[in-house]
């Protein structure tokens, strides 16, 4: 099946830049959103998408890199096309609140709520009987197997994962999983589509908390955090000793402060409680994290509206 239409459920960092991507590489996309004050937060989130994927470019076109794989090819890079791509990526993006013309036509709906299961489950019961027979559903889930949630969507043959990187357009990957019930032919469709949106569409071949990317980088955020919230040290002086010490480009808390707060604390929320997401090992070796700490600290910087880079604030200040 060729898709054409493409609905986002949700218009958060990373809802935003897969509606854009798909939008740049000439799907039809709308995002749907629960409220009007949704659309005020995922507006500029777009606005700012169509200013980083042009500087991508004119950095790209002027050598000053890093080269964007989820842009373009360096074999084949035009920049004035490139940036009418953008332009045109930008006027074709719908913000819907009525979910039933939100998705009474699409081929695919790449769910992106909140990392929490009952925002999930919630929007998988509203969802299930508005929807076309040929729609395909995945979840965005960086950390929850769709396991937890196919008898919700009504059609748990048509139903699996699609993980995104945060900043897709230069970290283009995306790793499929399928649970028990997942018809293979959406796997295979699933892997096509995240090539045709210019990722690198990486297979998870049996059901895993984290998947493959946040297996690996979830554990290192919780020892920066744990190393905060024990009093250790401070979270500049924390990220110096990452990025210094082994030449990465971000350290946890400049990590933290992209992906955002609020999905942080879902995230140090569910992997405490979530039964064998770590294996023996891992969980002998985390038990002294004080998780409790870790919760109390996002949660005072989510209530004083310090989100991250979206909103201007985290654990650093940025410039909007």
């Known amino acids: 099946?060729?898709?054409?239409?493409?609905?986002?459920?949700?218009?958060?960092?990373?809802?935003?830049?897969?509606?854009?991507?798909?939008?740049?590489?000439?799907?039809?996309?709308?995002?749907?959103?629960?409220?009007?004050?949704?659309?005020?937060?995922?507006q500029p989130k777009i606005d700012k998408l169509k200013e980083t994927y042009i500087e991508a470019i004119e950095k790209m076109a002027s050598g000053e890199g890093p080269w964007c794989a989820?842009?373009?090819?360096?074999?084949?890079?035009?920049?004035?096309?490139?940036?009418a791509k953008v332009n045109q990526?930008?006027?074709n993006i719908k913000l819907e609140l009525d979910m039933k013309k939100a998705v009474s036509d699409a081929d695919l709906i790449i769910?992106?709520?909140?990392?929490n299961p009952k925002d999930k489950i919630a929007f998988y019961k509203m969802l299930a009987p508005l929807l076309p027979e040929k729609t395909v559903i995945v979840t965005n889930?960086?950390?929850?197997?769709?396991?937890?949630?196919?008898?919700?969507?009504?059609?748990?043959?048509?139903?699996?994962?699609?993980?995104?990187?945060?900043?897709?357009?230069?970290?283009?990957?995306?790793?499929?999983?399928?649970q028990s019930l997942t018809d293979k032919k959406y796997f295979d469709e699933i892997m096509q589509f995240a090539n045709q949106i210019r990722m690198i569409a990486l297979p998870v071949l049996k059901e895993k908390n984290g998947y493959l990317l946040n297996s690996m980088l979830v554990p290192f955020l919780l020892s920066g955090l744990d190393?905060?919230?024990?009093?250790?040290?401070?979270?500049?002086?924390?990220?110096?000793?990452?990025?210094?010490?082994?030449?990465a480009p971000k350290g946890p808390f400049q990590i933290f402060d992209t992906v955002g707060l609020?999905?942080?604390?879902?995230?140090?929320?569910?992997?405490?409680?979530?039964?064998?997401?770590?294996?023996?090992?891992?969980?002998?070796?985390?038990?002294?994290?004080?998780?409790k700490a870790m919760e109390a600290i996002l949660n005072r910087y989510i209530e004083e509206g310090k989100l991250g880079v979206a909103s201007g604030e985290g654990f650093y200040k940025y410039e909007r």
């Open 70 to 83: 989820g842009i373009a090819d360096e074999d084949n890079f035009n920049k004035e096309e490139l940036i």
């Open 262 to 291: 609020t999905t942080a604390y879902n995230i140090v929320h569910q992997y405490q409680s979530v039964p064998g997401i770590f294996s023996p090992l891992l969980k002998k070796m985390m038990m002294p994290y004080n998780f």
């Open 89 to 91: 990526a930008y006027e």
């Open 1 to 42: 099946m060729r898709y054409t239409n493409v609905v986002i459920g949700g218009g958060g960092v990373l809802g935003s830049q897969i509606a854009f991507q798909s939008a740049f590489t000439g799907f039809q996309v709308t995002i749907w959103l629960r409220s009007v004050s949704s659309i005020t937060r995922t």
């Open 227 to 247: 190393l905060y919230a024990s009093g250790v040290s401070d979270p500049q002086s924390i990220d110096i000793a990452w990025t210094h010490g082994t030449g």
């Open 141 to 178: 889930s960086s950390t929850l197997l769709p396991s937890e949630f196919a008898k919700y969507t009504g059609r748990p043959d048509k139903y699996l994962s699609l993980h995104f990187a945060n900043s897709i357009w230069k970290n283009n990957t995306a790793e499929i999983m399928a």
């Open 111 to 115: 769910e992106s709520m909140a990392e």
